[in-house]
């Protein structure tokens, strides 16, 4: 049935959303602490934050399938607060979204707030903008281009996640079962037409959504005619 | 434009003369930053009245000074207050008590070296980014727009501009604040020479107007002779001197082994006479003395002129010259004569006013140069140097 493809990308759509706001929330403040921070800690947070990019999947999906489970404090936790179990769960699958997509969200945002630097915060500063207001008048849209890049990597890498959703979600439909998911299903089921389309549409979809990071972060300078404006020079000047 | 410069209508909205209610008296400074290299301790209260300047040599901590009065500085012990002689004393930080107030709340602007401006905002953006944060406003921004000459590029982009152009939005942005205090941090020190000379009178227009106080830091002491009274000199993280700028000048005359300026006679005196009729301005150095120099037209809109002459411009003569081509001969007392290898420096009082001459040891022994004895100053007029290019 088409339909149950259907849902997986339901489902799919839905935890890259979901993972990419909370991804957004909680890596800016990371990222600018980590932009920030001078002391020797940096080095094993940014390890820590680095460590899904090399790490097979499945070991991550190994120790949060523990650590989901009923047996465990954290499993047991949102099992009180919740009534239901964390393992096989949307939540389960969002949640190892996260942490498996930190370091797509937190390094661009990291390098963009190094590359930023100091001195435009100072000059806001002493013209009577506090931090919040800072980050959101001055640091915001000098870094857009990277927060869009953290977001749709952050997103495009959440679709195409694997081996952490099939050891900590399962294959539950509607809940979740995604579209890398559906896919290995219908391989294993010789359905080979059905796999070739939801494969030839994670392909299309994917690098569209590249094409288009890569469209919005060109410089704005290279469509517009640059003005180079020195009416200055050439008015008469009555200090000489 | 320089209808503008000249006018005396106030830049405030209504007209109120704001000096009237916060003119701040004096800063209190008493601070140590320290870094592995560097140490600065500054303990000096600052009257705050017209523009100080801070001159020092590069890693002489003005830079420093600046940043820990602003809130920038996180390295720093001890205390900063602003002392005001009918408000109670606003503490800016006091590392004892615990109490720093942050930057944003401080209200006081500084004028980077390298503009700062936001790239992110039009020219119009970064004027408008400090008009909207400004509490109590008083300034009116076309008027500011018209004083800093910004009125064509308000709609260009900040990187679109020159280096000229970009520290006036600078300068244009740290007024909109509306601070009580302007700090200067070497603020022509990117910029060519005519915009130098645009900016620096800008400055001065603006300090005048709003009755701004500024401390303005340069490593150009020409730059600081030409807008400030008061000259605080700082070396290796300490005060030097302070005081009335050409006193401290003249002091620095005799400062140690690498002096850290040229030797000179530094002066502000009342010019008597615009052009002689040949060409030559004459200013008047007291009751019976004048001095001669090249004149300028730019001199006619000045009642007082500032000006300067190199110690190694002077010579010293014992009969007064009668058949010489050079015009200036000053009457004079030796007042100290100090030695320095092949070289000695004279300081010789002529009235009140104190000048310094250096000659060789040589022609000191072959005029047999002596304490309290009475000689006559000869210079060119070209000698007497001032800041108008």
């Keep these: 049935m088409i339909n149950s493809d259907l849902q997986a990308l339901i489902t799919t759509l839905e935890m890259a959303a979901l993972t990419t706001i909370i991804l957004l929330i909680i890596g800016t403040p990371l990222a600018w602490y980590l932009a920030k921070m001078t002391n020797r800690f940096k080095v094993i947070i940014e390890a820590i934050v680095a460590l899904p990019l090399v790490l097979p999947p499945t070991v991550l999906g190994f120790y949060l399938l523990i650590a989901f489970s009923p047996e465990y404090l954290p499993g047991q936790l949102w099992q009180q607060a919740t009534g239901k179990q964390l393992a096989f769960s949307f939540s389960a699958i969002v949640i190892g979204s996260v942490l498996y997509s930190l370091p797509f969200v937190v390094q661009p945002l990291q390098k963009a707030f190094e590359q930023l630097g100091d001195s435009l915060l100072e000059a806001g500063s002493l013209l009577g903008a506090g931090p919040i207001d800072r980050f959101f008048s001055i640091v915001l849209p000098l870094t857009k281009a990277s927060f869009i890049t953290a977001a749709s990597l952050g997103f495009a890498h959440t679709v195409g996640e694997f081996g952490i959703i099939l050891m900590i979600g399962g294959n539950i439909p509607g809940e979740t079962r995604v579209l890398s998911i559906a896919l290995f299903d219908h391989v294993e ?14 392909l299309i979809g994917s690098m569209i959504l590249l094409a288009a990071i890569y469209w919005l972060n060109l410089p704005k300078k290279n469509r517009r005619q640059r003005l180079v404006v020195n009416t200055e020079q050439v008015e008469p000047n009555s200090y000489e | 434009m320089s209808n503008v410069l000249l006018d005396n209508t106030p830049l405030t909205k209504d007209a109120v003369h704001k ?24 303990k ?3 009257p705050l009245n017209g523009i100080t300047g801070i001159f020092g040599h590069s890693a002489s901590g003005k830079s420093t000074l600046l940043r820990a009065i602003a809130g920038l500085e996180k390295n720093l012990v001890g205390e900063i207050k602003l002392a005001n002689a009918n408000v109670a004393d606003k503490v800016l930080v006091n590392t004892e008590k615990g109490n720093y107030l942050k930057p944003e709340e401080r209200q006081i602007g500084l004028v980077f070296q390298n503009s700062r401006l936001f790239e992110h905002l039009s020219v119009l953006g970064n004027l408008e980014y400090a008009v909207k944060r400004c509490k109590n406003r008083q300034l009116d921004l076309n008027k500011v727009i018209e004083l ?49 000379t645009q900016l620096l009178k800008m400055i001065l ?34 005060v030097v001197n302070f005081g009335n700028i050409h006193r401290v000048i003249h002091q620095l005359n005799n400062f ?109 022994q072959k005029l ?22």
């Design chain 2, 256 to 364: 140690g082994e690498n002096p850290l300026i040229h030797q000179q006679t530094s002066l502000s005196l009342p010019i008597r006479q615009f052009n002689n009729g040949h060409g030559l301005a004459v200013l008047a150095l007291n009751a019976q003395q004048d001095i001669y120099l090249t004149s300028n037209k730019a001199f006619e809109n000045q009642t007082q002129l500032r000006c300067f002459i190199l110690a190694s411009d002077i010579s010293i003569v014992l009969t007064e010259p009668s058949n010489s081509s050079i015009v200036n001969h000053l009457f004079g007392t030796i007042k100290q004569i100090s030695n320095k290898q092949n070289k000695v420096l004279l300081t010789i009082s002529c009235g009140t006013q104190d000048f310094f001459v250096t000659i060789s040891a040589f022609s000191q």
């Design chain 1, 189 to 202: 089921a010789f359905d080979y037409a059905r796999a070739h389309l939801l494969a030839i549409s994670l």
């Design chain 2, 19 to 42: 000096s009237a209610v916060h003119k701040l008296a004096q800063l209190d400074i008493n601070i140590s930053v320290s870094y592995q290299q560097f140490n600065l301790d500054i």
């Design chain 2, 205 to 238: 227009t603006i300090q005048k107007k709003l009755d701004l106080p500024m401390l303005y830091v340069s490593h150009s002491l020409d730059e600081l002779q030409q807008v400030c009274d008061t000259l605080l000199v700082l070396a290796q993280g300490k």
């Design chain 2, 368 to 389: 047999s140069l002596t304490s309290k004895q009475q000689v006559y100053l000869q210079f060119k007029a070209s000698a007497v140097r001032t800041f108008i290019h």
């Design chain 2, 148 to 196: 800093t000459e910004l009125t064509s590029l308000l709609e260009h982009q900040v990187n679109e501009l020159s280096g000229g152009q970009q520290q006036r939005v600078a300068l244009a942005r740290a007024i909109l604040a509306e601070p009580k205090l302007l700090l200067l941090d070497e603020p022509l020190s990117a910029l060519d020479q005519h915009s130098k």
């Design chain 2, 44 to 46: 000096l209260p600052i």
